[in-house]
């Protein structure tokens, strides 16, 4: 049975401070039990603000197991990773640069690669090497600690968009579908592996998504499932951060803890 929350502040910052409370907790849990923590970061402009916090504030900064700590990446645009819309470059300029970890503990996406196949298949291939060397495998899947995403307007996670054959995929565990709006490829994880992990947090803030919120968490009957609707793990569990504007559109009973 997957298990979800829904948390809402009134501010983006509250949103934040608590959403990276609970990366900590998660992160220290799993290191205490098992010395590792692994961790799929998501791309955006909204994850920004969650990873100079961890950075940046002492309290998260120096309560974060950074060395135990293994960085994946949940998709990646096609550019390298200097470029300005690189999700690891944003990743390593807000968070990664500021602290101490070994570019061993940094697994990314290749998506300058000119062959966009070849770097799904390559990235799958590292996951599973290394979650079969040192990580958890459940149902004969790697299975991470904690996969961070967010939430675009049109109901897009990761780069899992709307009416993709990718979200289709019942095998692969990272694909490079085609996004027909973006006329480009992008690298992303699928359903099968981020349905795998034990913890989901999903970040959504301001008004502008609002209306995306509503369709996701209270869609109308009979629509078509949304990409981000679709983010339901089998034995695990998703805890949706929202500030007041992108919750606005909410009905109040949402706000309380939700299995399905």
């Given at each position: 049975?997957?298990?979800?929350?829904?948390?809402?502040?009134p501010?983006?910052?509250?949103?934040?401070?608590?959403?990276?409370?609970?990366?900590?907790r998660?992160?220290?849990?799993?290191?205490a039990q098992?010395?590792?923590?692994?961790?799929?970061?998501?791309?955006?402009?909204?994850?920004?603000?969650?990873?100079?916090?961890?950075?940046?504030?002492?309290?998260?900064?120096?309560?974060?197991p950074?060395?135990?700590?293994?960085?994946?990446?949940?998709?990646?645009?096609?550019?390298?990773?200097?470029?300005?819309?690189?999700?690891?470059?944003?990743?390593?300029?807000?968070?990664?640069?500021?602290?101490?970890?070994?570019?061993?503990?940094?697994?990314?996406?290749r998506?300058?690669?000119?062959?966009?196949?070849?770097?799904?298949?390559?990235?799958?291939?590292?996951?599973?090497?290394?979650?079969?060397?040192?990580?958890?495998?459940?149902?004969?899947?790697?299975?991470?600690?904690?996969?961070?995403?967010?939430?675009?307007?049109?109901?897009?996670?990761?780069?899992?968009?709307?009416?993709?054959?990718?979200?289709?995929?019942?095998?692969?565990?990272?694909?490079?579908?085609?996004?027909?709006?973006?006329?480009?490829?992008?690298?992303?994880?699928?359903?099968?592996?981020?349905?795998?992990?034990?913890?989901?947090?999903?970040?959504?803030?301001?008004?502008?998504?609002?209306?995306?919120?509503?369709?996701?968490?209270?869609?109308?009957?009979?629509?078509e499932?949304?990409?981000?609707?679709?983010?339901?793990?089998?034995?695990?569990?998703?805890?949706?951060?929202?500030?007041?504007?992108?919750?606005g559109?909410?009905?109040?009973?949402?706000?309380e803890?939700?299995?399905?």
């Open positions: 049975m997957t298990i979800r929350e829904i948390h809402v502040y501010t983006a910052e509250e949103t934040v401070q608590s959403a990276a409370a609970l990366v900590l998660i992160a220290s849990n799993a290191v098992r010395g590792l923590f692994t961790v799929a970061l998501a791309g955006g402009a909204t994850p920004r603000a969650l990873y100079s916090l961890l950075a940046d504030n002492f309290r998260y900064r120096g309560g974060m950074w060395a135990s700590t293994q960085f994946f990446w949940s998709d990646e645009r096609p550019v390298p990773p200097d470029h300005e819309a690189s999700n690891y470059r944003m990743a390593h300029e807000s968070m990664l640069s500021k602290v101490r970890v070994a570019m061993k503990q940094l697994h990314r996406m998506g300058e690669d000119p062959d966009p196949d070849a770097a799904a298949a390559a990235y799958e291939a590292e996951i599973k090497t290394f979650f079969g060397d040192f990580g958890t495998i459940e149902n004969n899947l790697p299975r991470f600690d904690l996969i961070l995403l967010g939430l675009g307007t049109d109901g897009h996670t990761a780069s899992l968009f709307p009416k993709t054959d990718v979200l289709e995929e019942k095998t692969a565990l990272v694909a490079a579908p085609m996004v027909e709006k973006l006329a480009s490829r992008r690298l992303t994880m699928t359903l099968p592996l981020i349905n795998n992990a034990e913890r989901i947090l999903l970040l959504a803030l301001g008004s502008e998504k609002a209306e995306i919120v509503k369709e996701v968490l209270a869609p109308s009957s009979g629509t499932a949304l990409p981000a609707q679709l983010v339901a793990p089998s034995s695990g569990r998703v805890d949706w951060f929202l500030d007041q504007p992108a919750a559109r909410l009905p109040t009973e949402l706000t803890m939700d299995m399905f």
